[in-house]
């Protein structure tokens, strides 16, 4: 069975002011590329379609319009379970009858009505679609009194998964923190949100060593969790720019009868890259029209007016500006007092000379600082 594993679309992301659905519209059609090279049996989505609980309109639509394309046109069956940026009630809203089209969509986990049988030549594949579910809630669900961490609590929810059928072969879709044995481990995307406070979110890989492929979703680097069958497809697009420079795709994984995978990483490519730039202001200014997402870093060691309306000539996409920190050796000895004067001259000089083309008097500059001085005082008073 060739199954596509895909997860963390966040429909309807905003970065930084801008809108990506348009690139995520784009990024769609490159999946579709892809389905209809690779003819995948399913396509299972392991959570986050959506970037918030309530989501725009737009990004419904895109939604409806991938599904119609994918289930309707196609006849691939989806699978999807909702992650921790979803709403699982609006996710779960009519499930019950688009079972009967394909379309399998889990927001609300109950013991024992979790699983979805697909068959091919080799026989029935079981795929266990379990949404991410807060600890509290699986307590709630199984009427515990004790509290539980994410680890506890996913050790609750497989044991409802548990006996797995014998001569079945079974998938896991899941959303959730997991790490080779249940370590801490930074979360390398700025874009990805927290799903606990204080080291508890993470969940061991070791739990999922039974099932023949664990599809996850929430991490958006694609890895394994130290278990080549037990992995993370990563985001199909780059939602931070920390995760800049990283490979992005879906991961095709073919199921052999015996229940063996192999799996390989299509990439999706963008509409638009995002990068870092560094340099000084006039040398970025001189670079070719880009209509990448982009974080500058201005080498210049004095003040300018204006940066983020400058670089946006050549950049409309830039996300942010940065300053390198230069502190000069003549400086460095200076008291933090006349430091802080210094760079208040500098900065009336700047302005001054983008103003007028002239550089300010001693008099001038001296009425300044006795402006500025006075304003200090008034502010602290």
Not at 299 to 314: A, C, H, K, N, W
Request: hydrophobic residues 40%; aromatic residues 8%.
């Amino acid at each position: 069975m060739k199954i596509l594993h895909t997860a963390d679309w966040h429909l309807g992301k905003w970065l930084q002011g801008i809108s990506l659905l348009d690139d995520q519209r784009y990024m769609l059609e490159q999946l579709l590329l892809v389905i209809d090279e690779q003819q995948p049996d399913v396509i299972v989505m392991a959570g986050d379609i959506y970037d918030r609980a309530i989501p725009p309109v737009e990004a419904i639509q895109l939604f409806g319009e991938f599904l119609h394309k994918i289930v309707d046109v196609r006849r691939i069956p989806f699978l999807a379970v909702t992650g921790n940026h979803d709403s699982p009630g609006r996710m779960q809203f009519g499930s019950t009858f688009m079972k009967q089209a394909g379309l399998h969509l889990h927001g609300d986990w109950q013991p024992g009505n979790h699983k979805v049988r697909l068959e091919d030549i080799h026989g029935p594949v079981d795929f266990h679609l379990i949404p991410y579910m807060d600890p509290a809630q699986v307590r709630f669900r199984l009427n515990k009194e004790e509290s539980m961490n994410h680890q506890e609590a996913m050790e609750q929810v497989l044991e409802s998964c548990l006996p797995l059928e014998e001569g079945v072969r079974h998938v896991f879709v899941g959303h959730a923190f997991v790490t080779p044995y249940g370590e801490p481990e930074e979360n390398t995307s700025e874009a990805e949100r927290p799903l606990a406070i204080g080291g508890a979110e993470y969940v061991s890989a070791q739990l999922f060593q039974h099932f023949h492929y664990t599809a996850l979703g929430h991490l958006h680097r694609a890895h394994h969790c130290g278990m080549e069958h037990v992995r993370f497809s990563g985001s199909p697009m780059t939602y931070a720019i920390s995760e800049a420079g990283t490979e992005k795709g879906v991961l095709l994984v073919e199921l052999d009868a015996a229940g063996k995978t192999h799996i390989t990483l299509h990439p999706l490519p963008p509409r638009r890259a995002m990068r870092r730039i560094e340099g000084k202001l006039q040398d970025v200014l001189k670079h070719p029209l880009s209509e990448d997402y982009v974080i500058v870093k201005l080498l210049d060691e004095g003040p300018i007016l204006s940066p983020m309306e400058q670089l946006r000539t050549v950049y409309p996409n830039t996300l942010h500006v940065e300053r390198q920190l230069v502190v000069l050796g003549s400086e460095a000895h200076v008291p933090l007092k006349e430091r802080q004067q210094l760079n208040e001259r500098a900065l009336f000089t700047a302005f001054l000379e983008e103003i007028t083309n002239e550089q300010p008097n001693e008099e001038m500059t001296a009425l300044f600082l006795e402006a500025w001085h006075h304003a200090q005082q008034e502010e602290e008073n």
